[in-house]
């Protein structure tokens, strides 16, 4: 037999004519191959690692039935027929997680992720209590520095719900006692919970909110159509505005409740009552003596010069809207605040706040002369400098 060279490009060996091809490839299986290790083979020599007496053959197919070596990566017992996306997913254990499903939750799985919010909430819940104190809370804007003595601010505080305080057509006052469990740390706190867009919210707020720009185009059209969205987001104007009407007024040294936090819809507000739970009595449930009402009188204008200092208007200023606490009064329900000065309606809202009250201060002692509107809105106008 003719040794053939190992190269086929070696032309250094005499040409046969008769040969086929000298330049066919060294390894055809006719001839002798080269050595590897000094071994000369006739065949493809075969593989330690997948060839061996232990080499596992997918599917569970004996290695002997298989005519094709290389068939046995084609082996699906199961997936036959499928197709490629199915046929190379890989399969999953019952025990890893499925990836997360995208679009709409079911109403199955919205109650379902529901009980399991709760069940965490109430393993994590205080011993006492409705909830862990909020003062940490990240995003809960707090009140004006420098803070009351009062407050309580430690993490350890719980807050527990005594009772309502107040309902309205807005709103629902509740008192909340904040204190550290088994110590003498506590406060009383009055919580103001704005309603959400399934109950009826601001009747006429329309005028309210003139001046006021939502910053998205989204926001402005569902508060404008009054969707469920919009009025959501109303609820939560009103108590961020009346949380930053509290805020600059207090700063200012306007007699209202000191605003304690801000939580969505919630607003957290200095109490105004006895150690008892019980609340300060509203103007309206008095019948001051005629000294105590002249004073009453001049604090309620002190109050007002400072509104108008700052170009604002009650906007909804009755004796239902006034306190008296330790005989001075306080302005409360702040959220429908309007500026007299931006607001093409600011000026309706501040007569009709002067004849509002000054007809209550009139019918109970305070001669005509004295409470007199105009008198009211020129002081006003000329505090915020529009007069």
Request: glycine content about 8%.
């Amino acid at each position: 037999m003719r040794k053939r060279s190992l190269s086929p490009y070696d032309t250094s060996t005499s040409h046969d004519s008769s040969a086929p091809n000298d330049l066919s490839f060294p390894y055809d299986s006719h001839d002798e191959g080269p050595s590897r290790n000094g071994t000369e083979y006739d065949e493809v020599p075969p593989d330690p690692v997948s060839d061996g007496p232990d080499a596992a053959v997918p599917g569970g197919a004996d290695a002997s039935d298989l005519d094709d070596p290389y068939a046995r990566y084609d082996l699906y017992d199961e997936d036959d027929g499928a197709p490629t996306s199915t046929r190379i997913r890989r399969r999953r254990s019952e025990t890893e997680p499925a990836p997360r499903a995208r679009g709409r939750m079911t109403e199955e799985a919205r109650a379902r992720l529901a009980t399991e919010r709760e069940s965490a909430a109430i393993a994590d819940g205080p011993p006492t209590g409705y909830r862990w104190t909020t003062w940490d809370d990240m995003g809960a804007p707090r009140g004006p520095e420098p803070y009351p003595d009062w407050r309580v601010t430690e993490l350890a505080a719980v807050d527990t719900e005594l009772g309502i305080l107040k309902t309205g057509k807005e709103a629902d006052v509740y008192l909340v006692e904040r204190g550290v469990p088994d110590s003498d740390e506590v406060c009383l706190l009055a919580s103001k919970r704005y309603r959400s867009g399934d109950h009826r919210l601001f009747h006429r707020d329309a005028g309210y909110l003139e001046g006021r720009r939502a910053r998205r185009s989204r926001e402005a059209r569902a508060i404008s159509n009054r969707t469920n969205f919009g009025r959501n987001l109303i609820a939560q104007q009103w108590a961020v505005t009346e949380f930053a009407a509290l805020g600059q007024l207090w700063a200012a040294g306007a007699p209202v409740p000191y605003p304690v936090q801000h939580l969505g819809t919630e607003l957290l507000m200095e109490y105004l009552g006895d150690e008892n739970g019980t609340a300060a009595p509203r103007l309206a449930q008095l019948r001051p003596e005629p000294d105590e009402l002249a004073d009453l009188w001049q604090q309620l204008l002190d109050a007002l010069a400072i509104l108008g200092r700052l170009g604002y208007t009650h906007g909804d200023l009755s004796a239902y809207n006034l306190l008296v606490h330790d005989d001075e009064l306080v302005l409360i329900d702040l959220p429908q605040l309007v500026d007299v000065v931006t607001n093409p309606q600011g000026r309706q809202f501040l007569e009709r706040d002067a004849r509002t009250i000054c007809e209550w201060f009139v019918a109970h002692g305070l001669p005509a002369g004295v409470g007199d509107p105009a008198t009211v809105v020129d002081l006003v106008l000329d505090e915020a400098g529009v007069g």
